[in-house]
């Protein structure tokens, strides 16, 4: 079965720092998609960025980048010049075929 | 395994019909909430409840609704259905249902409808 695990419940970040979120997952398809989506406390998931692992290069959104290692089956999310309203629960997600499974969410706190 | 369960796992119906989606949370948690998952958009939001109560309201259409029963399983109803209404439709629950620290959701497989 595929499963997705994010083994940090809570991170802090102080505002301008860089702060890395981990994602590992299991599987043993060769092609899918992995994607990290934001939530912040209206509760709204918004889609940060997206990986096809057919794709050797790492995927960047502005701040927003991850690292990709298919091999490792790791899909780190690194936010640069962290901001306030960066402050939300963050969920990995892993979709091959559209069974698309969710790890537990990591809450990050970026404070002032 | 979230320890969430939905059903049905699949599901084909035809335009202007109307479903019913089923969700168990965890063993313990209060909180539901239900997901769309289209293949244009991400994951949206459409509603939670906290204990048989409505607690926030997201991007969910009229033509939806959802209730949370005593036993706290969660049905999400689609009704006059539109092509569009094609997704997969996720549930999530946790303990409390509140904004604050070690609340984690834990999604459940999700149930695909496919409007023909």
């Known amino acids: 079965a595929q499963t997705v695990t994010q083994s940090q419940p809570e991170m802090s970040v102080q505002e301008a720092e860089t702060v890395t979120l981990s994602c590992t997952y299991d599987?043993?398809?060769?092609?899918?998609?992995l994607f990290w989506y934001k939530q912040p406390p209206s509760r709204q998931m918004i889609l940060v960025i997206r990986q096809e692992a057919y794709k050797q290069q790492n995927a960047t959104e502005n701040r927003f980048s991850v690292n990709f290692q298919k091999a490792a089956k790791s899909f780190s999310l690194k936010i640069s010049d962290s901001q306030l309203g960066d402050t939300a629960m963050y969920f990995c997600?892993?979709?091959?075929?559209?069974?698309?499974?969710f790890g537990a969410g990591t809450r990050l706190t970026v404070k002032p | 395994d979230s320890g969430v369960t939905q059903t049905p796992k699949h599901l084909i119906t035809a335009t202007g019909q109307r479903v019913t989606l089923r969700c168990s949370p965890r063993s313990g948690d209060l909180s539901v909430y239900w997901y769309q998952q289209s293949l244009d958009q991400g994951l949206q939001f459409l509603i939670q409840y906290y204990n048989g109560e409505e607690r926030a309201k997201g991007n969910i259409l009229e033509r939806f609704s959802a209730q949370q029963f005593p036993d706290l399983h969660s049905e999400l109803n689609l009704s006059s259905l539109e092509l569009g209404d094609s997704a997969l439709y996720f549930c999530?629950?946790?303990?409390?249902?509140?904004?604050?620290?070690?609340?984690?959701?834990?999604f459940g497989p999700g149930t695909r409808l496919l409007v023909l």
């Open positions: 999530a629950s946790s303990v409390e249902g509140v904004w604050g620290p070690q609340e984690t959701q834990y």
């Open positions: 599987t043993s398809e060769s092609n899918y998609y």
């Open positions: 997600a892993f979709d091959n075929n559209n069974d698309m499974r």
